[in-house]
């Protein structure tokens, strides 16, 4: 990479050319990629269950959290009147249920009853934590502030628990299926990929020139990660041509590249070794 510093910091530098200009609302979509979570909560002997993406930390002192949920949603109703609520985490176990929740209003259906998730009791507060999720965070409202069409609920933790597998100080980014759930968008998902360790220059090294030596080092090894997919890829379909079958228990499944449907492909029993 090269440096385009100038002596105004940069300002007067037209943007690098690959960039594209997106409308303003787009800055909410960059925002998503937190987890996305399931609020759930109970009034008057109803509960009620909506997927929410716009979650944040507020504060770390007191540690208040904030969820926004846009005025007419019969949650923003119930959480109003409820004045708690709690953050259940899925991970891609309950994706399909994740979207069809935000498919649908409490004030026509019982979510509970059309899903079936099987839920327990919260340690604090009045409202269903959902089972198969990955973490629970209950919270007593403290302020609500209506903010353009949604209302800011700040919550207070109460309560927080973990399925530890998924998260110890941190999500573990360990079993596929005890990852958290992210919402990028429209009816698509991801999840983390891997934990990266970033190290920063020591003490007496040139930072500018230990960090562009980074990004080389980060390029190089993304770099040999993709030429290794593309590679099994084209071996796995030349396989497929042949009519061979292939013994995909025998592929790291991170590396298995998207396959077309091709019914050839099949698993056969895992020999335990
Ligand atoms: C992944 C996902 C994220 C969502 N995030 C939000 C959000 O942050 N705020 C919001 O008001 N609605 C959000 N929605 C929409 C609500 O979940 C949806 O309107 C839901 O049906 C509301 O349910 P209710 O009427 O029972 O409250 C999201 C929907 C999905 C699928």
């Known amino acids: 990479m090269t440096s385009n510093r100038s002596d105004d910091g940069g300002l007067s530098q037209p943007p690098p050319e690959h960039i594209e200009e997106r409308p303003v609302t787009n800055a909410a979509r960059l925002l998503m990629g937190g987890p996305v979570v399931i609020v759930t909560t109970t009034y008057k002997g109803q509960q009620n269950a909506m997927p929410l993406a716009w979650c944040a930390p507020l504060s770390g002192d007191p540690p208040l959290i904030g969820i926004a949920i846009e005025q007419s949603r019969y949650s923003a109703e119930m959480v109003s009147h409820a004045e708690e609520f709690a953050l259940n985490f ?131 090894l993304t770099t040999e990660a993709r030429e290794r997919r593309e590679e099994l890829m084209g071996k796995l379909e030349r396989e497929i041509e042949q009519g061979n079958v292939i013994d995909v228990s025998k592929v790291a499944l991170d590396d298995l590249p998207d396959l077309p449907d091709v019914p050839r492909i099949v698993v056969p029993e895992r020999n335990e070794e």
């Open 90 to 220: 899925p991970s891609r176990l309950l994706l399909h249920h994740v979207q069809y929740l935000g498919s649908l209003t409490g004030s026509d259906i019982d979510k509970f009853e059309a899903t079936q998730m099987e839920t327990f009791g919260a340690r604090r507060i009045n409202a269903p934590l959902i089972d198969g999720c990955v973490a629970w965070v209950e919270c007593e409202v403290k302020q609500v502030i209506p903010i353009g069409d949604h209302l800011l609920f700040v919550g207070l933790p109460v309560s927080v628990q973990v399925d530890p597998e998924s998260f110890d100080a941190n999500w573990t980014v360990d079993e596929p299926e005890s990852r958290p759930l992210h919402f990028v968008g429209g009816n698509h998902y991801s999840t983390l990929d891997g934990i990266l360790e970033a190290r920063i220059p020591g003490r007496g090294e040139a930072p500018e020139r230990i960090l562009a030596e980074r990004i080389e080092e980060e390029l190089e």
